[in-house]
């Protein structure tokens, strides 16, 4: 799943504007396990672009974030949505 999951799937923990698409929560549940990523990114294409169409939500602002990690904190990936990933952080000696 991607970032379209959390934001717009029909009663997602994140679709804070309580959004609901039967359409577009069938395209997103086929992009989901499609194997050909050709066709798996034409799919998410088409499902941004239903996004686009209905305007579900506008962004008013654009925050900037800044994140300092020490040099012997390795591999700390945070996602476009703010999410840290941990699960490949590890510590050398310092």
Not at 43 to 57: F, G, S
Request: aromatic share 10%; with cysteine.
């Amino acid at each position: 799943h991607n970032f379209l999951d959390n934001l717009f799937y029909t009663g997602s923990e994140h679709n804070v504007s309580d959004y609901s698409n039967p359409e577009l929560d069938s395209l997103l549940d086929k992009a989901a396990i499609e194997q050909d990523e050709a066709a798996r990114l034409a799919m998410y294409q088409q499902a941004e672009q239903e996004i686009v169409d209905e305007a579900p939500c506008l962004p008013l602002c654009f925050t900037t974030s800044y994140m300092l990690v020490k040099p012997y904190v390795h591999d700390y990936e945070v996602s476009p949505l703010g999410i840290p990933d941990l699960s490949k952080v590890y510590v050398t000696e310092h």
